[in-house]
């Protein structure tokens, strides 16, 4: 198979708009996690949530009317918004511009959604229970379809390779890496935007996350506290909204034109529960089997890899569950082994939150820093894996695993490494 | 100009983020102001509301241009 290599990276999230912008703000250990101001959420037990700050790109904010033209931003979903805002930064920061059709035809798009244009589906259902069905936009469906952030980029670029999306729930990131990382391996591409965008940090999407009592309920008065994985006083994770893409590009490809190489994703694996819809398999077998099948694939041992973008969602079940899977899978490599929850900074992006990630363990390489996992006071599980509490930490780090799972029981795991 | 010919051009102007000075009579939304099937349809259903009338689908197909669309609710609102 052909090697692969990240050349280009975009980011919008919680801690703002911009890949260096944001990853300062996690080292410094940010948080973008504020009470809930896109709707009045007061009657939801859960009030808090990671939302894209306002702003402009200079600063590090969003302000939609500097990436996408006004009149073609009510055509789109939020979730589209932030993937065409992240997208382009990649695009950019790869500065891959295809001069010619084989060149167009052999880059394609894979950025995924968990949920899609739920706001959008919110909005039109309530105009169709109101009688106002004839008044329905043109522009709903295609706003609310999950693969339009991936529509949206090949056409404003002209890519017109593979265009593909994936829809796995919280996995959906690491699954559109992975799955985008194998075409260009298998040769049916050479160059793949790739990631994922989420806009559900809406009434409807913070409800229905409540009512599977999968939030945090009790840190309303204290909002930067509430992400807290791995500490004994978690109670639920913390939704954000956001989207991440890398460019993904064939080795010689990115050689050839002399690009920036960031990183090499030199493993990808996946499983599935065959056990619950929302609860993890005991002992976290899937995340056992996911991760082992990613460092089968880059024919890594566990004392290979120096850290791991744990999913630590801040769910009382899930974390220790996969704490106990990654101790079990590195056995003696557990010792020196540096694991953190980005989320504690940013939220549970869902479908996006794979794609940041990877961003974030592409520059733990990049720079040999351990991003912090914030608001870890006390952990509710003794470990010898290091958590990185509350502050970064310098540390040489070659080969980093993330990990992402999602309901339903499906996981996925990918390994970037230190490129050359 | 008319208050109907205004209010066409500025809802023309807001839907289709086009410079007022392009939306002449004669302009075809397709093929002088940039629009797609979609936004023609999104364009008639901002007419209606704005002018309270219904459009039947035949008609709508026939409207094509600014003069068009003024022509049509003209008739209608008299």
């Known amino acids: 198979m052909r090697r692969v290599v990240v050349t280009g990276m975009g980011i919008a999230c919680p801690l703002g708009v911009g890949v260096e912008h944001v990853w300062r703000r996690l080292i410094n250990a940010e948080s973008g996690i504020s009470a809930i101001t896109a709707f009045d959420a007061k009657d939801l037990s859960c009030q808090v949530a990671g939302q894209v700050p306002a702003g402009t790109r200079a600063t590090g904010g969003l302000d939609v009317n500097e990436w996408v033209p006004v009149k073609d931003q009510k055509k789109m979903d939020r979730f589209i918004h932030l993937g065409l805002v992240a997208a382009t930064e990649a695009v950019e920061d790869s500065g891959w511009t295809p001069e010619t059709e084989d060149d167009r035809c052999a880059t394609g798009v894979m950025i995924g959604s968990g949920i899609g244009g739920l706001e959008t589906i919110f909005n039109a259902s309530i105009q169709v229970h109101e009688g106002k069905a004839k008044r329905l936009s043109p522009f709903f469906i295609p706003s609310a379809l999950g693969n339009l952030a991936s529509g949206h980029v090949s056409i404003k670029y002209g890519f017109k390779g593979p265009n593909h999306s994936v829809v796995t729930a919280c996995a959906t990131g690491v699954h559109a890496i992975g799955d985008a990382s194998r075409l260009i391996a298998l040769g049916d591409a050479d160059v793949m935007v790739a990631g994922g965008a989420e806009a559900t940090v809406c009434a409807l999407g913070i409800a229905g996350f409540c009512a599977s009592r999968a939030l945090s309920t009790g840190f309303n008065d204290r909002p930067q506290a509430a992400s807290r994985p791995w500490d004994k006083n978690r109670d639920g994770f913390v939704m954000g909204e956001g989207a991440g893409c890398l460019v993904l590009e064939e080795y010689e490809h990115a050689r050839k034109r002399g690009a920036k190489i960031y990183s090499e994703i030199s493993g990808y694996g996946m499983s599935g529960d065959a056990y619950h819809i929302t609860a993890p398999a005991e002992g976290h077998d899937g995340a056992f089997r996911s991760m082992k099948a990613a460092m089968r694939s880059g024919g890594y041992g566990p004392g290979d890899i120096q850290y791991v973008n744990a999913h630590g969602t801040s769910t009382p079940l899930g974390d220790d569950l996969e704490l106990e899977a990654v101790e079990r899978l590195f056995g003696d490599a557990a010792h020196g082994l540096a694991m953190s929850s980005t989320k504690s900074a940013t939220g549970h992006l869902l479908g996006a939150a794979g794609a940041i990630e990877a961003i974030f363990s592409i520059l733990a390489i990049r720079d040999s820093v351990a991003p912090p996992t914030l608001n870890l006071d006390e952990p509710s599980r003794q470990s010898v894996i290091d958590r990185v509490a509350k502050e970064a930490q310098q540390r040489r780090i070659r080969v980093a695993l993330s990990n992402s799972f999602g309901f339903g029981g499906t996981n996925a795991s990918v390994i970037f490494r230190a490129p050359g | ?78």
């Open chain 2, 1 to 78: 100009m008319s208050d109907v010919a205004a209010k066409i051009k500025q809802i023309v102007v807001e839907h289709l983020g086009v410079d007022e000075a392009k939306v002449t009579p004669e302009a075809s939304f397709i093929d002088d102001l940039g629009a797609d099937s979609l936004d023609t349809v999104e364009l008639v259903m901002a007419f209606e509301e704005a002018f309270n009338v219904e459009i039947p689908e035949d008609a709508a197909e026939k409207i094509a241009t600014v003069q068009d669309a003024i022509d049509y609710i003209t008739k209608q609102s008299k």
